[in-house]
């Protein structure tokens, strides 16, 4: 009876293997655990409106991670970031918020979660901010990270059109 038992534990050890080592294809999951996850081709999956139907799809973005594949985020890091991942868009638009960067910059986020971090490290980035430095300006005075972030030019307010009566300036040819 023993012998019985550890061969079906050693057959559903082998199947859960196999299973962990399957790729992710990004079409392929479930729409609860799509955003913030990585395909096995090293892209990240983003979770879109869908067209053809309601509610949303999973789909393969162009953005690739460079030293992660296979891998979804767990519900953890979710909760300690303080993503959402039912949002369908990603923008650096969060980092503005005081209550995000405040749990993005978390010992539990920062130092346990590479995956989202990453992710707000290029976004943080392509608004010409070092995350790292956002980072160390919101432990050390939160209400002067806004205005550091502001004042790089990271996030342009509106931008008006020109005057009534002015027309739009020439250019040299």
Known sequence: MASLKFLLFLFLSYLFLHASLAE???EDLPTEVCAFSV???GKRCLLE?????????CRTSEVEVVSMANYIESDECVSACGVDRTSTGISSDALLQPQFTTKL???????????????????????????ADLCDAQRSNPRRTMIELLSSGAVPGPVSGPFVG??????PL
């Open 24 to 26: 992710i294809t990004c």
């Open 39 to 41: 395909a096995s081709s």
């Open 49 to 57: 409106t869908a067209v053809e139907k309601e509610g949303y799809q």
């Open 105 to 131: 910059c978390a010992p539990a986020c920062y130092q346990n979660c590479p995956n989202i971090v990453d992710l707000y490290f290029n976004l943080a980035a392509g608004e010409g901010v070092l995350l």
């Open 166 to 171: 002015e027309g739009p300036a020439s250019a």
